[in-house]
């Protein structure tokens, strides 16, 4: 016996019209009609609940039914459109943790001050003057430490630097300079080609110049 009139055999000797099964069931009735004439079926959840509501069990719902097959089928189709889903899934995720890697990385990198070679004119006197542009080497910065490498001549024995900015702009203005006279009053340090220059005093930093003789 077909499904649909096995429904609608236990659903009459239960004394259920569709409307009420329906109502139990949280479908509409239509959805009930077309089940019993057989045009669909209903899922497996749904056919759990309808055992319950008609106080059936599964075996005297699926007894000699072509529904059973049809189910099978069904399952198996669900399941590839699961595993599809999952696939679809881990694409979205996977592609949208990349995207926020990326973003993160782009704003990392955006937040790292911007460092510019700067000529400007220099009042030369005989103890104190700016680094020539080619004495400049190498400039890096790390966590608000800037480091800068460079070469000059033998005779210029001291080297110093004087660091000034405005915090509110987030602008910072780096003076080096080369002395060969160690009376100098000036902040002076004997180099090895290296300084090491702190900018933990300002609070915001997102342009450096580094000024040399022009």
């Known amino acids: 016996m077909d499904f649909g009139k096995i429904l609608k055999e236990k659903r009459h000797q239960a004394g259920i019209t569709q409307e009420e099964l329906a109502k139990r069931l949280n479908v509409s009735r239509s959805a009930i009609s077309n089940w019993e004439i057989g045009r669909n079926y209903p899922d497996i ?3 759990v609940e309808i055992s319950t509501s008609l106080g059936v069990s599964l075996d005297e719902l699926l007894e000699n039914s072509t529904m059973t097959e049809t189910m099978i089928d ?13 696939g679809k899934l881990f694409f979205v995720v996977a592609l949208c943790s990349i995207v926020s890697v990326m973003s993160l990385l782009f704003f990392s990198f955006s937040k790292q ?27 890096t910065l790390k966590d608000k430490k800037m480091t800068v490498l460079f070469t000059i ?18 602008f910072v203005n780096l003076d080096l300079y080369k002395t060969a006279d160690s009376d100098v ?3 002076k340090l004997v180099h090895d080609g290296l300084i090491e220059v ?9 342009k450096i110049s580094v000024n040399y003789k022009k």
Not at 74 to 86: I, L
Not at 122 to 132: G, K, Q
Not at 198 to 206: I, P, Q, S, Y
């Open 45 to 47: 959840h749904t056919l």
């Open 74 to 86: 069904t399952t198996k189709e669900m399941a590839v459109n699961q595993k599809k889903k999952r």
């Open 113 to 139: 001050p911007t460092i510019v070679l700067n000529a400007v004119e220099n009042a030369d006197s005989e103890e104190v003057a700016l680094f020539n542009k080619e004495d400049i080497k190498d400039i």
């Open 153 to 170: 001549p033998k005779d210029s024995e001291y080297v110093g630097y004087y660091v000034d900015g405005s915090n509110q702009k987030g």
């Open 185 to 187: 009053n000036q902040r």
């Open 198 to 206: 702190d900018l933990d005093m300002f609070t915001k930093v997102n």
